[in-house]
């Protein structure tokens, strides 16, 4: 099986990836490769081999892709997995181009979802061969035969041509294997040709830093090699260069056309080695970069603050940790009069968000508020200055004449029953319909463009709700619009409190002003003074609440004149009082900012039908 120089031969090699909506049975799946092909034995098989961040187990999502290679039937199988969710998506793409094909995989009691759709056209744009394959064949709710015709209907094949499995007994996963074998062209490259290999995913170890993984398209890279990143210029040496099978495994003739493995050159940043870079030798530089790269892009920003002060450096600490293992985390100080010192931080999505922050909790023991998520706007001033707005605090006075705000275009997929509800949904988010197909007679796939800024909230959980579950979503960026926005503050005693303000839509103000000002007066306590809330837009008040002034003051309650009980009331109001935020002469318990700033459970949590 190996070449003269010692590598794999590649017409033997067959790299391929699975691509499947959320839930849909990938890990699973991979799980029974690893163990019919022998790489795992029945005994260390733990569920999920491939998933090994904690949080990854626990939510069961995949967020960082990885490679194993599979010997099967003398031919070697490399199996890159793929991330499950719309924030990585650019992380999906550098997957499927290092591979030759994909393996389609559909729940066969769901069929079709969002998902599916996005990841499969990719891996059509990427020109992969498609394998179609109905999971989870095992459930007594599976209808293969009508989800083998939406399948059929969607890539143009036969519907016979759609394998059958279960993932969970093994049932079809050895003639899957022998499908891949024989359908799924071998890698070509030019193996005299200076090196160039795709970074694929680079993940940060503790012990022996950054491990690369990467698909060599040409030439050969071996151990002790000075490497040349092609995007950043910078160069190292190979310390170590290896295959997965499952665990790591060293080859001392490095790599060759079309194989798949990892390096370690002792960087301790995966910035030093990006997802989507081209690697070559030093030495004998490639001419041009293989194409696609991209710099991660924030696309929603957030401020992060520790809810006790004193916890500032320990959250810098915490960032710059986690940083080490994400290249796509971008975040600066900032200070707010109402939280204090915290972080303005940048993330691919919602998701991406919801992991940084409970990383941060649970890996640094930090207890952190977050400011409500904002995405990028461009404002353009009438003198023709132009800024970009992440934070409310920035959204210039005086006089603006355009607002931009970004647009994704989303697909959205659920019974037919609900396209009512899906569009009254839409609508209502200013989403304008783009088309509607029916993928079968009662399932349809809608498609909008919607504001960014109008489904970082809640739009999942909405969607969710009005759909019964059934509905599935996904979305890719697609520029932007003009928009009507409007920053809105939300005032104590005429003092604004910044960790409130919101930019909104003009037609939506009243609603959060309303709504905010509601809130606030059931979460802060009563003064010694009465407290107006008020919510402006500049200077044009358009919701207030007051908070009634105090009656009796604490001592009060002491009757009798008791001193040792009043020390310790008063103890106790001193204690309270740690807690509190002075804003102007208003004292704002802790809870409140994170009462008052939480829009209930994320819809981050749940991407899951
Ligand atoms: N009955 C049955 N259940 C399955 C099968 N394959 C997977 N499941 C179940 O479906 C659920 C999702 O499976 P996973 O393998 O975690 O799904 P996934 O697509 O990897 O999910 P993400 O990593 O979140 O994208 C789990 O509860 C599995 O036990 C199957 O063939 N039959």
């Known amino acids: 099986m190996r070449t003269q120089t010692g590598q794999t031969d590649p017409t033997l090699i067959r790299n391929f990836c699975i691509i499947a909506h959320i839930d849909h049975g990938?890990?699973?799946?991979?799980?029974?490769?690893?163990?019919?092909?022998?790489?795992?034995?029945?005994?260390?098989?733990?569920?999920q081999y491939l998933d090994r961040m904690d949080i990854e187990r626990e939510r069961g999502i995949t967020i960082k892709s990885q490679a194993v290679r599979l010997p099967w039937d003398g031919h070697v199988l490399n199996m890159i997995d793929t991330p499950g969710h719309v924030d990585f998506s650019?992380?999906?793409?550098?997957?499927?181009?290092?591979?030759?094909?994909?393996?389609?995989?559909?729940?066969?009691?769901?069929?079709?979802?969002?998902?599916?759709?996005?990841?499969?056209?990719?891996a059509m744009n990427?020109?992969?061969?498609?394998?179609?394959?109905?999971n989870k064949i095992d459930l007594p709710a599976a209808q293969p035969d009508k989800y083998a015709e939406e399948i059929a209907h969607l890539i143009g094949c036969e519907t016979s041509d759609v394998l059958r499995v279960s993932g969970k007994t093994g049932m079809g996963v050895r003639e899957?294997?022998?499908?891949?074998?024989?359908?799924?062209?071998?890698?070509?490259?030019?193996?005299?040709?200076?090196?160039?290999?795709?970074?694929?995913?680079?993940?940060?170890?503790?012990?022996?830093?950054?491990?690369t993984y990467v698909r060599v398209m040409d030439g050969h890279l071996g151990k002790r090699e000075r490497i040349l990143m092609m995007s950043t210029l910078a160069q190292h040496e190979t310390l170590e260069i290896g295959v997965i099978s499952p665990e790591p495994k060293v080859s001392d003739l490095g790599l060759g056309v079309g194989e798949v493995g990892y390096l370690i050159t002792g960087v301790k940043d995966v910035r030093q080695s990006r997802v989507g870079d081209t690697v070559t030798s030093a030495a004998k530089p490639a001419g041009e970069a293989l194409g696609g790269y991209e710099h991660p892009k924030p696309m929603v920003y957030s401020g992060l603050y520790p809810?006790?002060?004193?916890?500032?450096?320990?959250?810098?600490e915490a960032l710059d940790k986690l940083r080490l293992n994400d290249a796509a985390l971008v975040y600066e100080p900032e200070s707010s009069a109402a939280l204090g010192f915290g972080?303005?931080?940048?993330?691919?999505?919602?998701?991406?968000?919801?992991?940084?922050?409970?990383?941060l909790e649970r890996e640094f023991n930090l207890a952190l508020i977050s400011t409500a998520p904002n995405v990028i706007y461009r404002v353009v001033m009438e003198d023709g200055r132009e800024m970009i707005v992440t934070n409310p605090s920035e959204f210039p006075e005086g006089k603006i004449a355009e607002i931009h705000e970004p647009v994704v275009k989303a697909t959205l997929l659920a019974p037919a029953e609900y396209i009512g509800a899906i569009m009254e949904l839409c609508q209502g988010r200013r989403g304008s319909l783009q088309g509607m197909d029916y993928l079968s007679e009662d399932r349809v796939e809608i498609r909008y463009i919607l504001p960014l800024g109008e489904i970082i909230f809640d739009f999942f959980d909405q969607l969710k709700s009005k759909t019964r579950g059934y509905a599935s979503l996904d979305y890719e960026p697609t520029g932007e619009q003009d928009a009507d926005l409007v920053k809105v503050d939300i005032l104590l005693q005429g003092?604004?409190?910044?960790?409130?303000?919101?930019?909104?839509?003009?037609?939506?103000?009243?609603?959060?002003?309303?709504?905010?000002?509601k809130k606030l007066k059931e979460l802060i306590p009563r003064q010694q003074f009465e407290v107006?809330?008020?919510?402006?837009?500049?200077?044009?008040?358009?919701a207030r609440e007051n908070i009634r002034a105090m009656r009796k003051d604490v001592l009060a309650k002491c009757y009798g004149g008791d001193i040792s009980r009043k020390r310790k009331l008063l103890e106790k109001q001193k204690e309270g009082k740690k807690r509190m935020k002075m804003v102007g002469r208003v004292e704002v318990p802790q809870e409140a900012f994170v009462a008052a700033l939480s829009t209930g459970e994320s819809s981050a949590d749940k991407p899951k039908k």
């Open 90 to 122: 650019y992380e999906v793409s550098r997957s499927l181009q290092a591979c030759e094909g994909a393996i389609l995989l559909v729940d066969a009691a769901q069929g079709i979802e969002a998902q599916t759709l996005a990841n499969l056209y990719m």
């Open 495 to 517: 003092e604004a409190v910044d960790a409130f303000s919101a930019i909104v839509h003009r037609d939506k103000a009243y609603a959060y002003g309303v709504e905010m000002a």
């Open 343 to 359: 972080f303005r931080c940048g993330f691919l999505g919602l998701l991406h968000m919801e992991i940084v922050r409970e990383r």
């Open 307 to 316: 809810i006790d002060g004193d916890d500032f450096p320990e959250l810098r």
């Open 176 to 211: 899957l294997l022998d499908h891949v074998v024989a359908s799924v062209p071998p890698p070509v490259g030019d193996a005299d040709a200076p090196a160039r290999a795709l970074i694929f995913d680079s993940v940060y170890d503790t012990y022996r830093g950054v491990v």
């Open 532 to 542: 107006p809330i008020q919510a402006a837009i500049g200077a044009r008040v358009i």
């Open 126 to 134: 990427a020109n992969l061969h498609i394998i179609p394959v109905l």
């Open 26 to 47: 990938k890990s699973t799946l991979a799980d029974r490769m690893l163990q019919i092909t022998g790489v795992v034995d029945e005994r260390s098989m733990r569920a």
